[in-house]
């Protein structure tokens, strides 16, 4: 029986990823900011640990507490909107922090275990925005696009140890908490400089025939990743993320 890790397990994907997993048999380490057991089925397979990404002892505690693993999915983040002209600086390290710096510590703290056993998958959640531009997410993007960039380096360097690095793409997925949780890192929306953008903006993400993701396309994505050696670097996951990634590569 494997072992998967997976972070930003509180709701959305994480959440349905590590359904996905438990489904399946695999022992889950699902770990939260504030850990809540009520939230997946109760399972001898299942524990559910506290991990702030942002805090290296917390990361080295979640790690140890884990024991082996075979899989680490760095699926926890937060959205951010403003115009970059008007993005706060304290807010831009808090995202790359988080979203960036996190997944590259995470991935530090595992890769040892990989390496010596010659054995182990990388998941990294990222974005679609990061392959199509977008405005008013300028920060946000580019904290996915770093953790893209990092990821395919880092899968030359280990796989001569039998280590994957896999990167899932997921397009717009209204059903989870993200625009909730981002709703706190809004920023200069309200400057008459940005207005019309703003409402094009908002007037784009209102159309409710437009193509979306689901939990569910996501925790697909993340088992091919983990399970299929043949599956390649990047994987989108969605109907919409899909079609973003056959235009990008026209």
């Known amino acids: 029986m494997k072992t998967v890790l997976i972070t930003g397990c509180s709701s959305g994907f994480g959440l349905e990823i590590a359904r996905e997993f438990l489904a399946r048999d695999w022992r889950v380490v699902a770990t939260m900011r504030t850990p809540r057991t009520d939230l997946l089925p109760p399972s001898d397979h299942l524990r559910v640990l506290p ?112 280590v994957r690095v896999h990167l899932v793409l997921p397009g717009r997925s209204p059903e989870t908490r993200f625009a909730d949780n981002a709703r706190g890192h809004i920023f200069g929306f309200e400057h008459e400089a940005y207005a019309d953008l703003v409402k094009r903006v908002f007037a784009e993400f209102a159309d409710t025939e437009a193509p979306v993701t689901y939990s569910k396309d996501v925790a697909a994505a993340v088992w091919r990743a983990a399970t299929d050696p043949a599956a390649p670097l990047r994987i989108p996951a969605g109907v919409d993320a899909e079609a973003w990634a056959a235009e990008a590569a026209r």
């Open 51 to 162: 991990l702030d990404v942002t805090d290296a002892r917390s990361i080295q505690r979640a790690v140890e507490a884990a024991g082996p693993i075979d899989v680490l999915v760095n699926n926890a983040g937060f959205g951010m909107a403003s115009p970059a002209e008007l993005a706060p600086i304290d807010a831009v390290r808090e995202i790359f922090e988080t979203n960036t710096l996190g997944t590259i510590a995470l991935t530090q703290a595992v890769l040892p275990q990989f390496r010596q056993r010659k054995a182990g998958v990388v998941v990294n959640v990222t974005s679609s925005v990061t392959m199509k531009v977008l405005p008013l997410l300028s920060a946000y993007r580019a904290s996915k696009a770093a953790v893209n960039a990092f990821s395919e380096s880092t899968a030359v360097e280990v796989a001569p140890f039998g």
